[in-house]
């Protein structure tokens, strides 16, 4: 299969006075898993219609291959697409479904035949052929919608939330499908969701926006151990951020609560207004300890608190821990298959490496 790179410039889209994209630009190369992630209304769902020609962007330019098809109809940018709803034709057999771009694109009845057997075997579907896609389950349509868009070799492959009807174990399943398909193939794909667990499970770059623009771009590790931002940071995962007043910000230090230091190894902050600021941390980077308990690494950032809250999980177990002043520090623990250690009410010392810890302009 032929994958294209793909170029956008400066892509803007306004609706009346609302800007709904603004000045995207991102390079996709060949064989690149690219995600597009966001909430509803953060602009990646546009930014993906537009890359289809489904909508006009009212500046910068779309290239495939360093082809310029901005003011191009869909149908000449020969790109593949899913659907959240797969969108197959119900009085067509599976095969007939598949073999459709075929016949549009006016293919030999041999290639055709070719193709979709080819397309079949791709997707792990051979001996379904006949079949209506009502006699299918929802992960079997969503593979026949899968061949569909890639059996004409489309240089690029758009998916906007393709399984966001599955319910969660087969979601998972499909994701491990779609990547391993994907890598088999060398396919572009140009992913559009709002679940951050399938970004970072199929990514090989995660985009997240936010008001239409881009926050912050990266690989999965990087924009989750490192965020560029609060709402990056909060977006992708789940995350304290404890507020307090700058301490000392060449240490990167905060005091909170009762005039605890909190040490952080970066800081993000605009050094003319950084008074109050936020640290973060991930929750399951802190260790929770008895109260009267000094294990834990020297330098380590340790605050008091109580057990305010307790949920099991199944994987794991969450810890509320109330360290004063409102502050409430999430803590994520594996479950051992014992009895949790602390129960609510519970003296505890919460524990993390400021190598594990940011700090923030409090805006």
């Known amino acids: 299969m032929q994958s294209g790179s793909l170029r956008l410039e400066r892509l803007t889209k306004r609706y009346a006075a609302a800007t709904v994209v603004a000045e995207v630009s991102v390079a996709i190369p060949s064989g690149q898993f690219f995600s597009l992630l966001g909430p509803s209304g953060s602009g990646k769902t546009t930014t993906l219609s537009m890359i289809a020609g489904f909508v006009d962007p009212d500046e910068g330019r779309i290239l495939i291959e360093d082809r ?38 006016r ?22 052929e006949r079949r209506l896609p009502r006699e299918l389950s929802g992960g079997q349509q969503q593979r026949v919608a899968l061949a569909r868009a890639v059996v004409f070799q489309p240089p690029v492959v758009l998916m906007d939330e393709p399984l966001g009807a599955l319910d969660k174990n087969l979601r998972y399943q499909m994701q491990v499908e779609i990547k391993e398909i994907q ?9 559009v969701t709002h679940d951050q667990e399938e970004a970072m499970n199929m990514s090989d770059v995660i985009a997240i926006m936010n008001h239409g623009r881009i926050e912050q771009m990266g690989a999965p590790t990087d924009v989750y151990e490192r965020p560029g931002s609060i709402f990056a940071g909060k977006f992708l995962g789940e995350a304290n951020l404890i507020e307090g007043r700058i301490d000392n910000l060449r240490s990167k230090s905060l005091a909170v609560a009762g005039g605890t230091i909190l040490r952080a190894s970066r800081a993000i902050v605009d050094e003319e207004i950084a008074e109050g600021a936020k640290h973060f941390v991930r929750p399951e980077r802190i260790a929770v300890h008895a109260a009267n308990d000094a294990t834990g690494e020297a330098g380590s950032n340790r605050v008091a608190g109580k057990v305010a809250r307790l949920s099991f999980l199944g994987n794991l177990v969450r810890y509320g821990v109330d360290i004063g002043a409102g502050e409430l520090v999430t803590v994520d623990a594996q479950n051992s298959g014992r009895t949790p250690a602390f129960g609510v009410g519970d003296a505890v010392t919460a524990a993390w490496r400021p190598d594990d810890a940011i700090l923030y302009h409090h805006g």
């Open 68 to 105: 310029d098809v901005t003011r191009l109809s869909p149908q000449y940018r020969e790109l593949g697409m899913v659907f959240q709803n797969y969108a197959l034709f119900p009085h067509l057999s599976v095969a007939e479904n598949i073999a459709f771009p075929l016949r549009v694109r």
């Open 107 to 128: 293919f030999g009845n041999a290639e055709r035949e070719e193709r979709v057997t080819w397309a079949l075997d791709v997707v792990r579907l051979a001996g379904f």
């Open 183 to 191: 890598r088999r193939l060398g396919m572009t794909v140009v992913y």
